[in-house]
């Protein structure tokens, strides 16, 4: 028998390659995961710019964003995009800013994900219902909520998950 292989084995082998991809996709289309590439500096150092992650679309058909959930929804204030940020405040929660400390509702929120702070202060605001109060991990650079304001329930598309690529973040996004 040939140590070489035949053109039969290698289409063959390159056959199973295809449908082990369309089954990666279809499974990953069927779970509402979808890739998305980040652009910019805001989610660092969880999440750098360039890096890949899989947005659960589906995440929010069955249940409403939670505090710390990092989620992409669509953004046309400034550049029509999708944004990825940091849920923190929900529906009716008082949050304030002062001198970059973050409290809702009274309570300074705790936040180990926070490496590069900003020292600005923002008045008490009141979260409208169906909207949310984002604000990105790395504050001295990060376009959200404090510039722009609440983010509509309508324009959630799902919650950042895992990190996909490069290797080196490849894990459950928290």
């Known amino acids: 028998m040939s140590s070489v292989l ?3 084995r290698l289409r063959s082998a390159a056959n199973l390659a295809w449908q082990l991809a369309l089954l990666v996709i279809i499974v990953f289309a069927a779970l509402g995961l979808r890739p998305g590439q980040i652009s910019g500096f805001s989610m660092e150092p969880r999440i750098d710019s360039d890096e ?8 929010y058909w069955v249940g409403a964003p939670q505090r710390g959930d990092i989620i992409a929804f669509r953004h046309e204030r400034s550049a029509p995009s999708v944004y990825v940020k940091r849920v ?5 929660d008082r949050v304030a800013i002062e001198r970059g400390i973050v409290s809702v509702n ?3 929120l705790e936040e180990p994900y926070v490496r590069f702070s ?3 202060s923002f ?20 376009d959200d909520s404090r510039i722009w304001g609440f983010v509509a329930s309508t324009d959630l598309i799902g919650r950042a998950v895992f990190a996909v690529w490069p290797p080196s973040h490849f894990g459950a996004l928290r």
């Open 118 to 120: 900003d020292k600005r």
């Open 52 to 59: 890949y992650v899989l947005i659960n679309a589906l995440a």
């Open 123 to 142: 008045g008490t605001l009141v979260v409208p219902p169906n909207s949310y109060y984002v604000l990105g991990d790395n504050r001295a650079n990060s």
């Open 88 to 92: 923190i405040g929900l529906p009716g």
């Open 106 to 108: 009274g309570a300074t």
């Open 6 to 8: 035949s053109p039969v």
